[in-house]
């Protein structure tokens, strides 16, 4: 255990030098006030880079910029995106309520406004910037860039998250942007749609966590989704619904977390797997102890040279943040 927290606590991601984690933490404060922090696990360290009601948009990293974009909204008031730095200095990037994503290579945020269209921005200088390719190709929606740059996925699309568009995939090198269809001939009956999208480190696949129909917790399953060509492959996996995936950095393993449900109850048991994207074995980690319930998303994150995984340990009193050494059998 590396943090204790009574409080909402998020793990984010790492940062690039894999000893600095992203997390976002409650502060207990009324109105729902969570801190947006970057923790050193050697030292302990904590530098705050914002505050902020709490939301299902996840704060980004920003390398080259050295800080931190995230979403912010209060009642009465326009949704706004900020950056903050370590240094207490926190400015409005742009009125707008989106999902934003991180271009890598060239530290830019991107994101779709509500009832707009495509916009870049430069996130140190704060300037709006040309987009990568024809803004109106590109519908509302989470947008997940790969680490390398050139791909972009558009999560729920015109539709909303349960209406047509689903999954939009856009080729920035080539100014191109097509429609994934998440059919699946062998259950032509079902609607799936994307609940998320987390790219490899070499942005050749992403891994989709798609749900069944509006109810997240019915079903949701694991695909593996093959940028070039479009298509999309399930992988077979014991837990009855997968809510959140993490990449190793050779982009052959994922760690997953998933959930069956206690019958006659809401309650589900979570449980962390690996999953070999290739061949689909997988084996339990025996990370989280019997009868844990993390809930969706925000639970674990690999670190980049490969060696260990952030997760929450929600255990009650023990509440908080472990670290993990990390072993794959070769």
Known sequence: ???????????????PDSRRLLLELGTGEFPLTNRIVTLD???????????????????????????VVFDFWISDSPPELRFGRSVGQVRILDQADARPTVHRPSGRLLYVPVGATLRAREVASGQ????PFQAELLPFGKLRADPQGRW???????GGPWGPGGLHLADMSQRTV?????????????????FDAVWSPDGQRAALVLAQGEN????????????????WRWLDLPPQFVTEVDWAPDGRIVILMGSDLVYGSS??????????????????????????SLGWGWNLAWSPDGRYVAWIRAIPGE????????????
């Open 41 to 67: 696990v050697v030292t302990g360290e904590m530098v705050e880079y914002g505050r902020r009601t709490s939301r299902d948009i996840a704060p980004l990293w920003v390398e080259q910029a050295q800080g």
């Open 178 to 194: 097509r429609q994934i269809d998440l059919r699946d001939p062998a259950q032509p009956f079902i609607n799936w749609w994307p």
């Open 267 to 292: 309650f589900a048991n979570d449980s962390m797997w690996f999953v070999d994207t290739a061949t689909g074995e997988h084996r339990n980690l025996n990370l989280l102890p019997p009868q844990t």
């Open 319 to 330: 509440g908080g943040l472990a670290i993990s050494p990390i072993t794959l059998q070769r």
């Open 128 to 131: 709006a910037v040309p987009p």
């Open 152 to 158: 972009l996925i558009s999560l729920w699309g015109r």
């Open 1 to 15: 255990m590396v943090l204790t927290h009574t409080n909402l606590i998020k793990v984010l991601e790492w940062l």
């Open 216 to 231: 997240l917790v019915l079903a949701s399953k694991l695909a593996i989704l093959d940028p070039e060509t479009g298509r």
